[in-house]
DNA sequence: CGACTAATTGAAAGATATCAATTTAGGTGG
DNA sequence: CCACCTAAATTGATATCTTTCAATTAGTCG
């Protein structure tokens, strides 16, 4: 993974601050304290565990450049990734009341991290809707980080009925437009391009399939002319075409 | 599906209490709000639906007797079952910030099903970990929801990881022990045994298979002196063999 | 130029789905 | 209690989809 592909405009806004503002507006006071904790990433390798499986405490950290994975290892070496995470995402930010398996988060690419312990209490707020135990109006930081966590949960429904319920070339498109989707609120795509920078034996762990089969799925959609890859770079072809292949409900264009 | 199975012993906590309480301690004053909740709960058939795909105030529920499901189905009729709903379980409970294809909820069997309104407000304050706003304490109500909150998602990590890297045999077996876990968790297991009403066609639509393949796979756990199937009610008849067979990492070890 | 890692290929085995009956169970009316 | 009805469970045969195994080819980097 060349480390260039993680520098960005300077000046322009960071994915975390990019992101939250698009699901809430926010204060002035609250974008101060995003860029705050922005400020100074951290440069991780890939491969870099965020966080254990099953830990209590874990450290709240913000994802500013990079891909990262939630993922679970069986006991014979099989792998499945949970969820994807990418630039603007939010990793360990909910306190857990008790070591779960809900899976570790480990680095796909090398990537900047950001400790994020002051978006915790703001967070915790944030399932005050209107009028908690205050009765105050809850904060546009507060309402974004909700935000945030429900698309989380749709994130993993998406997954399921991919898993559960479409084949491998199905799987693979739904995927591929949720990914767009995700990076379109980050300023990530391009005239549906975007960089691509996972092997297939990644995107195979996390679409429940073998890298063989990965690999031929993938040439399909390729001859289909619904997907092009350059190098780290993908271009969707033909979103509407994928769309109906992968029966894909976006966050947008809801009755 | 008999409606007798919707009798419970008179006096006996509801499936509600059972549950939050053994979440977080709950003070005299929230456990009397439950049972005020889930004082006058309406009998729903099956198949009917309590919640919309996409609705974007869903109004709070608690399933208090019953099974039910969150489930998306696709443009071809293909249909996933996300999760699925035991007696205690709460649907609705959180407020969504906008609509988004989450999956609509369904019975899945005839049930108990009580309003819960009284119950989002203080879910919403339920992220207000150790001092929100108010630097307040968390409540044990909150407390309770908030894990309860916390054991939806591990429900569906598990279901990701079934459906992603498990075959059928290993998924059946891996979903009977997290039934069992979660219907222990409001005392609906004796011995290993609990009452299992859905067909293998719901089943099968929750782990992804075809009704065909759930069937062989079911026998063949039979066969193998793993479960017994007697009517209406299932005996997990080697649980350290099942365990050993899915990977199994429960919340708890469970006796 | 090696030494890797990632992508690709071909062939064959294995798992799961589909199709089309058939049997079983439970509930109902006579 | 029996005949009958329907949903659910089961079976056998076959078609597909995916995986596995074993190389082979490309691409990257020191």
Redesign the interface.
Known sequence: MPVESLARAPGAPDAVLRRLSG??PLAPDEAALLRQVTARPVLVPARTELMRDGEAAPRPQVLLEGWAC?Q?L???G?????VVLLPGDLVGL?????P????SVTTLTPAQICEAGAL??C???????Q????G?RETGLA?AL??AR??E??W??N???R????TAYERVAHFLLELRERLAAVDRVQENRFTFPITQEILADA??LSVVHMNRTMQQLRRDGLVEQRATAITLRDVPALVAIA?Y?G?HD??
């Open positions: 699901y809430a939630r679970r069986l006991a014979d099989r792998r499945q990734i949970i909910d306190q857990r009341r008790r779960l398996p809900f899976g915790r209490e967070a915790a707020a944030s399932g005050t809707a009028g908690g135990e205050t105050g309402a909700r935000q429900e698309m949960e749709l993993l429904v997954q399921v009925v898993l559960g319920r479409q679409l429940g029966d409900a966050a809801l009755p």
